[in-house]
């Protein structure tokens, strides 16, 4: 019998940096019945098994000192499974089919809805001592319950990241419309450098100008869009701009603004490229211009909305590299120590300073934010001109839309074909899924 899923919670993300950066008040860690951060009766070490991705191993829950200090104050060891990137999907789906479960997996909380069944396999965490003490509860939440834990509220902004140096120098201005970013795009051609870099061999970067021009186009002209898609009330190929956001990021191609070798260029080499000023932008989110300052803080990088409308807003994807606990974690209250320590106001505001994370606990300030991210505030967030991209409304898995793109740029289908392939494997995983309507 089919039942209706029910939507994830998601919040306006406008919202998200709208709070107090000055934190008040004070809660520090509170003991509970699996013992205290002090050295006293703990017992035996146990090692708990935490779940990431290589590509995630930068991330600040995993830092060696960190994991070091938790082991020192609780004798809980953490050791790390690190799961191959582009497996990791597949072998946490099969962990948790076949109970091998780890105690602390890292995920992204849309994805996890989506691709790991967040309700029948993740702990709910509203009863958890952190929680009175988030300010953002949205960003860790799906289905009415708090499922996951960070430190932070940020959430990864889409758009076009761009050498800021380079359009001064060109006297270029930021584009608006579709026609001003191919002007600007000709203009970088004609200095020498390649205006955009794509590296679709990585599929996913390929659905990073729909995904936000799909959302803007709904938030702006067709609020209910996303409902009745998910309802099988409409289907993708019914909205004409779906197919001619397509054909804008086809044609940047198609008119020689790009690397050659789109489909065998990787994500992987993005930051060198901007650090050896071979492009000027790339379709990306923010995390890119942090990832590009850590190794050149000299490179003044700015991000701005993908032009595929006028005066279209910034792409905002859900939170990302959040911390579930897998509902058969063999050691479930070890696991929630672990949250529990990093969610103590020392420790916390020890990440939120090194990582410059826009706080999400109310004891917790939000340190002075880079230069880019203050800009994003400035333009984007305070002005309330930025939209959820289409990720966020999906209850499917995306894999294979994000292969039909790549199909678009082998010249194998054309947008349309992209959205008439969609139609019928979206409609195959909602009926899978059991989606009321399919």
């Given amino acids: 019998m089919k039942t209706k899923t029910k939507k994830m919670t998601v919040s306006i993300v406008t919202a998200l940096l709208a709070v107090s950066l000055a934190a008040c008040g004070a809660n520090n860690l509170s003991n509970n019945e699996s013992g205290n951060t002090g050295n006293g009766g703990k017992g035996e070490k146990v090692t708990i098994e935490l779940a990431i991705s290589k590509s995630s191993q930068d991330s600040a829950f995993v830092a060696q000192s960190l994991l070091d200090e938790f082991e020192a104050a609780t004798n809980i060891k953490v050791n790390l499974q690190l799961l191959p990137a582009e497996q990791t999907t597949t072998v946490l789906q099969t962990k948790l089919a076949v109970d091998e479960t780890p105690d602390i997996v890292q995920y992204n909380l849309a994805s996890a809805t989506t691709d790991l069944n967040l309700e029948r396999n993740f702990e709910i965490l509203d009863n958890e001592p952190w929680v009175s003490r988030i300010l953002n509860k949205d960003v860790l939440s799906a289905y009415g319950h708090v499922y996951s834990f960070h430190v932070s509220q940020d959430t990864g902004m889409q758009g076009v990241v761009y050498n800021k140096d380079m359009f001064k120098e060109l006297g270029l201005e930021t584009p608006k419309?579709?026609?001003?970013?191919?002007?600007?795009?000709?203009?970088?051609?004609?200095?020498?450098?390649?205006?955009?870099?794509?590296?679709?061999?990585?599929?996913?970067?390929a659905n990073i100008w729909p995904a936000a021009a799909f959302a803007d186009y709904a938030a702006k002209n067709d609020p209910t869009l996303f409902d009745d898609l998910n309802g099988n009330k409409r289907k993708w190929t019914d909205v004409p701009e779906f197919e001619k956001f397509l054909d804008q990021q086809y044609q940047v191609y198609k008119k020689g603004y790009t690397n050659a070798d789109i489909l065998s260029d990787s994500y992987d080499m993005a930051v060198g490229?901007?650090?050896?000023?071979?492009?000027?932008?790339?379709?990306?989110?923010?995390?890119?211009?942090?990832?590009?300052?850590?190794?050149?803080?000299?490179?003044?990088?700015?991000?701005?909305?993908?032009?595929?409308?006028?005066?279209?807003?910034?792409?905002?994807?859900?939170?990302?590299?959040?911390?579930?606990?897998?509902?058969?974690?063999?050691?479930?209250?070890?696991?929630?120590?672990?949250?529990?320590?990093?969610?103590?106001?020392?420790?916390?505001?020890?990440?939120?300073?090194?990582?410059?994370?826009?706080?999400?606990?109310?004891?917790?300030?939000?340190?002075?934010?880079?230069a880019y991210k203050q800009e994003i505030v400035d333009n984007y967030i305070t002005p309330k001109l930025t939209t959820l991209t289409t990720d966020a409304f999906m209850l499917v898995d995306r894999s294979e839309l994000y292969r039909s793109l790549q199909d678009e740029f082998t010249g194998a289908k054309t947008p349309k074909q992209v959205l008439e392939a969609w139609n019928t494997k979206f409609a195959e995983l909602m009926k899978d899924k059991g989606v009321e309507g399919f």
Wanted: glycine fraction near 4%.
């Fill in 177 to 205: 419309t579709f026609e001003e970013f191919l002007a600007v795009c000709e203009a970088i051609k004609a200095s020498g450098v390649t205006p955009v870099f794509m590296p679709f061999k990585d599929a996913w970067a």
């Fill in 273 to 370: 490229k901007f650090l050896n000023k071979e492009v000027a932008m790339m379709f990306m989110g923010d995390w890119l211009i942090e990832s590009v300052s850590k190794q050149d803080p000299s490179l003044s990088l700015g991000l701005f909305a993908i032009p595929s409308d006028q005066d279209a807003k910034l792409g905002a994807s859900p939170l990302g590299g959040q911390l579930f606990i897998p509902k058969k974690a063999k050691h479930m209250a070890e696991a929630k120590k672990f949250l529990e320590y990093i969610a103590s106001k020392e420790v916390a505001q020890k990440i939120v300073d090194q990582q410059a994370y826009v706080s999400n606990l109310n004891d917790v300030t939000t340190p002075e934010l880079p």
